[in-house]
């Protein structure tokens, strides 16, 4: 499927080949946004995005004009809410019932959607189902909208974030029932974008939790370019290079001001996903925390994977979204590509994305 991805940093497009060996890369495309284009997963200027896709899908090649996009962001809701057993049918009107308890927009003025989880049986016998419920304001999609239509694409699906990623790293993942003496086993995956960071917790391959946490790799970006006064892509390029100093501060470390700067903003980033791991304790059964898959443009920070396993207590890999996609050498610079790979989760996540 075609697939979009509309970052802060970049927008990136893909293509994949459904095959008998699973899937192989047909097409893809990176460009940087236009400056504060898009921040926290809103588009605040869809005709410079536009002309940016339409230069991406123009150079690329690509020749489809149907394309599934994703969106995030803090006005993105996702719940898991528990119903009674019905028909598919009416899931929908079933969520909508209940929906006025988790969304604070108007419902005329939202789009909502639902899916069924899994269904289950009460110690009573009632038969019930949890359901995940998504819900945006219009006002959210309609840029998105805008920009695909003046780049002369057709939107074909909608998807949340946290979807694609989960897609994207499902050779990581199982689907099996995993229990220990300490409850489900929960896989985290961890995508710090430029300008948000988005939490996923994951079951079985499920959804279970996501936060959007507004803070990224601009905020290191722009505290070493104001700090060192150096422009902001000058601090880009030293935030890619600096090695940071591990465990207590070092005589070398306080000469490394780069590095303090990125560790002062990494503290903080693991500080809230430490407050959302807790609190998902707390409202669940009894969880143990199995891996974290760290995605994202600053995955590329030098010992950012060593620092974050460290801070947060749970074993870390690098995720790889290209590790099980064919990708054919004759048609493809593989070297370009290992350039933007960790970037590439989610349009990867979208682009598996059958149907």
Known sequence: ??????????????????????????????????????????????????????????????????????????????????????????????????????????????????????EFEEKEGNKMMRVLLVATPKNVIDPYMEALKKSRIIPKIVEEISFANIRAFDHYLSDKEEKDEEGSIINIILSIGASSTILTLVEKKNLKFTRNILMGGNDITKAMAKSLNITFEEAEKLKRDTEMALGPETEEEKKNESGKIILKILNQMAKEVRKS????????????????????????????????????????????????IKIDERVFDLEKIKIFKESLATVIGLAKRER
């Not at 707390?282 to 994977?305: E, H, P, R």
């Open 1 to 118: 499927m075609f697939a979009i991805d509309f970052g802060a940093r970049s927008i990136k497009v893909a293509k994949l080949r459904k095959t008998s060996e699973g899937y192989e890369l047909d097409n893809y495309g990176v460009k940087l946004s236009p400056p504060d284009s898009i921040i926290n997963g809103e588009i605040l200027n869809p005709i410079a995005v536009a002309e940016v896709l339409t230069e991406i899908v123009r150079d690329s090649g690509l020749r489809d004009n149907r394309a599934i996009i994703a969106i995030t962001g803090q006005k993105v809701i996702i719940r898991e809410i528990v119903l009674p057993l019905m028909e598919d049918k009416e899931l929908l009107a079933g969520v909508m019932w209940e929906a006025p308890k988790y969304v604070p927009y108007d419902l005329d003025e939202s789009i909502i959607d639902a899916a069924k989880v899994e």
């Open 277 to 324: 791991l807790s609190y998902y304790k707390t409202q669940s059964q009894k969880v143990k925390y199995n891996k974290l898959i760290l995605s994202g443009g600053c995955a590329k920070i030098k010992n950012i994977d060593k620092f974050l396993s460290e801070q947060l207590e749970i074993p870390l890999i690098i995720g790889d979204p290209l590790e099980e």
